[in-house]
């Protein structure tokens, strides 16, 4: 199978052309001729080099994997051309979603799309390491793009209110950039808890995966657009979405008693679900299927 791969140069899914090939896939990166059985945009910052491709092999079927469809996002454009992702939604043979959570807000903007929404989970670039410990503080995953989420800065307030000591990714420049990867992963294996407080977010961060793997609870939103429960479940610790009263309890209480996880069973529960091999071998079935080669 031949298929065209549109992709930015960062990310998770700079390895998908790598995988592909290993599974026996022809992979143009960012090019594309009329053999090719599929075009695979792997993010809306390629909506452009989609429209071209498209405009230039018509016959060819596309799909669309869909990451961080916010209402925030879509209301205030934050630089993408999303009533041109939406035609090229709409016309895709499928589109891809890290989550339910992003399939639901989908369909509310283009009706019609959630019938064509596939949940194909991502995988995290995790790390192993033998200094875990709680070292009394939590972790605050959540850059400052997010700011115009309705429950940003909610963590900040319950951290301030308690007298709870808290690391801040958002305070080391502009989405976190400036902390070093080392010392980034030294935060995660050395805080109490990690907290997701958004009301929305396609997967909650790869974050809560990258400590849950190490053995920290996690705590997030009962918002039915976190997508962080389709990865955690009956994992996670809930709070009662834009309730600050609950979200102050359960940060407290998490934080009086932090249990204590099981570090080799976390490990196993997340190496076995969402591994690069697990995304993109289902990534390859879907292709299949689509192309008929499934049995």
């Known amino acids: 199978m031949k298929i065209s791969l549109l992709t930015p140069e960062s990310g998770n899914v700079k390895e998908w052309g790598p995988e592909f090939e290993k599974r026996g896939y022809q992979v143009l990166i960012n090019d594309a001729t009329e053999d090719c059985d599929f075009i695979v945009c792997a993010s809306i910052s390629q909506v452009r080099r989609l429209e071209h491709f ?49 399939s639901k807000r989908t369909n509310e903007f283009y009706p019609g799309i959630k019938d064509k929404c596939v949940t194909i989970k991502t995988y995290g670039l995790f790390f192993d390491t033998e200094d875990i410990k709680n070292d009394g503080y939590i972790y605050n995953p959540i850059r400052d793009a997010y700011q115009l989420d309705p429950n940003y800065g909610m963590i900040d307030k319950v951290c301030s209110e308690l007298d709870i000591p808290l690391f801040d990714r958002k305070s080391y420049g502009a989405y976190g950039s400036g902390l070093p990867l080392d010392e980034y992963r030294k935060k995660i294996a050395h805080c109490s808890f990690i907290v997701c407080e958004l009301n929305e977010m396609s997967t909650g961060g790869l974050s809560l995966l990258e400590a849950y793997r190490l053995g920290k609870p996690i705590l997030i939103s009962d918002s039915s657009y976190e997508g962080a429960y389709d990865y955690f479940g009956d994992r996670a610790y809930y709070f009662k979405d834009g309730d600050y009263e609950d979200f102050k309890r359960k940060v407290n209480d998490l ?3 932090t249990p204590e996880l099981d570090k080799e069973e976390c490990k196993k529960y997340v190496d076995g679900n969402f591994s690069v091999d697990v995304m993109m071998d289902y990534m390859s079935s ?10």
Do not use: T
Not at 286 to 295: A, I, Q, T
């Open 54 to 102: 498209h405009k230039k092999y018509p016959h060819i079927p596309m799909i669309n994997y869909n990451w961080d469809f916010y209402q925030w996002v879509f209301r205030k454009s934050c630089g993408f051309e999303w009533e041109l992702y939406g035609e090229y939604l709409k016309k895709s043979l499928e589109v891809w979603v890290p989550s339910d959570a992003v």
């Open 286 to 295: 879907r292709l299949e299927h689509l192309r008929g080669n499934d049995e």
């Open 255 to 257: 934080w009086k008693n």
